[in-house]
Structure formats: structure tokens, C-alpha cells
């Protein structure tokens, strides 16, 4: 079946940097992209929604220029957290659709800021 | 608007013993649903859908899930526990078929199996 490979599955780094993380569409053509953040013992949050070539549609109180979202080809969207701190320690899923696909969930990545 | 409210955030079943997750939605449309599963640590997976078509769904690994428009619920059954079906549970619900739209989730019911 259809595959979203998710990475680094986790990564831990000093407060300040900037984190990036890769969703691959391995087997599909992946039109539509979300990525979701999770915090503990609690539901998966939509922060944004992007489309191959377009801009990403953040949700309400999701800070775009925090959380850049890359969606530069149909199989590969990369979500960056810049400046990274502390609070911004989750566990990010993303997800892939596209025609006659229904989403496909990567294995998410456990960001720890120090 | 859309919403999923799913009662109970934790169900503890014994092994062999009937797995019932409750999910009640809110829809102005008509609603497609689904239920994904969580293992620790990892993304979610399909267990099943509801896209207007048969409204007693069959998914993978003997899940099973009736949607009810008169109750406004799609609650997800097993016959049978299996420790290895120990995960968290999420209904999700969307008002297209198409999956570019996005779906909205519900708070997650863990399901604990007992020996």
C-alpha cells in the first residue's frame, strides 16, 4: 500500500536553532500535504495545509513564519521550526493525499528543544 | 461546522472480551467518517471509513463500525480483544470524499487490554 516516509523520527536540539522535517510520498503523487502537531496524551492539532506549488494554509493561531512549510513537489513537503524553543517541543505528524488516495499518515517526529 | 466527541478517554477490555469506542459527530453535511489507530510513538492508520455508501463498515484487523443518522454516531466494535490491539483510537470526520480536505479529529479513546 501507499507509504508517507516521515524524518528524523527524533531530534533533539539546543533552543534557538532551526529544526527541519521531510514528509516523502513514496509511492503516490501527493497534491495535498497537512501537517499535524500532537501534544502528550492528546488529540493530533491541523496546523497547516499545502498544496504542491502554492502557499501553505496555516490554521487560526499556528505563526506561519514559525512553522515554514515547503511543498515543492508531489512527492516531498518539509515543515522548518525556526528559532526553536522549548514550548516548541511535540510530536509533529504529517500527511499525504492525493487522487483517489485517502490521507496517509507519516510515523511522526519527536522534536525535543533543550 | 464539523466535530467528533468521543466518549470516554480510556475503555479497558479483557482479552477475548467485545471492544466497543464510542464516536458521536456533528455535521450540517453529510458527513464522511473515519477511525484511525495509534501505536505509540508512531503516525495513525486507517482502520476503516464511512463514505455513504454501506453504513455497517468493515476495516482491518475484525473492527467493524455502523453509522447511525439517527444517532448521530459511528461507534467502532470488535468481537474479540487482542492484547496487540492496545492503541489509541481516533474518529475523525470530513464533508467530502475528497482527501484533500481536511479531517477533523476527535480527542482519542486508549484502549487497555487485560490479560
Known amino acids: 500500500g501507499a507509504v508517507v516516509s516521515q524524518h528524523p523520527s527524533r531530534v533533539i536540539c539546543k533552543s534557538g536553532t532551526s529544526v527541519k522535517i521531510e514528509c516523502r510520498s513514496l509511492?503516490?503523487?501527493?497534491?495535498?500535504m497537512f501537517w499535524y502537531r500532537q501534544f502528550p496524551k492528546q488529540s493530533l492539532m491541523l496546523m497547516a495545509t499545502?498544496?504542491?506549488?502554492?502557499?501553505?494554509?496555516?490554521e487560526q493561531g499556528v505563526e506561519k513564519d514559525k512553522f515554514l512549510i515547503n511543498h515543492a513537489s508531489l512527492t516531498l513537503s518539509t515543515l522548518t521550526v525556526t528559532s526553536a524553543h522549548p514550548e516548541d517541543s511535540s510530536f509533529y505528524i504529517c500527511?499525504?493525499?492525493?487522487?483517489?488516495?485517502?490521507?496517509?499518515f507519516g510515523d511522526g517526529t519527536r522534536l525535543s528543544i533543550l | 461546522a464539523q466535530s467528533v466527541t468521543q466518549l470516554g478517554s480510556h475503555v479497558s477490555v479483557s482479552e477475548g472480551a467485545l471492544v466497543l469506542l464510542r464516536c458521536n459527530y456533528s455535521?450540517?453535511?453529510?458527513?464522511?467518517l473515519f477511525w484511525y489507530v495509534q501505536y505509540p510513538n508512531q503516525g495513525l492508520q486507517l482502520l476503516l471509513k464511512y463514505t455513504s455508501a454501506a453504513t455497517l463498515v468493515k476495516g482491518i484487523n475484525g473492527f467493524e463500525a455502523e453509522f447511525k443518522k439517527s444517532e448521530t454516531s459511528f461507534h467502532l466494535t470488535k468481537p474479540s480483544a487482542h492484547m496487540s490491539d492496545a492503541a489509541e483510537y481516533f474518529c475523525a470526520v470530513t464533508s467530502t470524499g475528497d482527501s484533500s480536505y481536511k479531517l477533523i479529529f476527535g480527542s482519542g479513546t486508549r484502549l487497555l487490554v487485560r490479560p
Open positions: 509511492d503516490f503523487q501527493a497534491t495535498t
Open positions: 500527511s499525504a493525499a492525493g487522487p483517489n488516495q485517502p490521507q496517509h
Open positions: 455535521s450540517s453535511v453529510p458527513p464522511y
Open positions: 499545502s498544496n504542491e506549488g502554492s502557499k501553505a494554509t496555516y
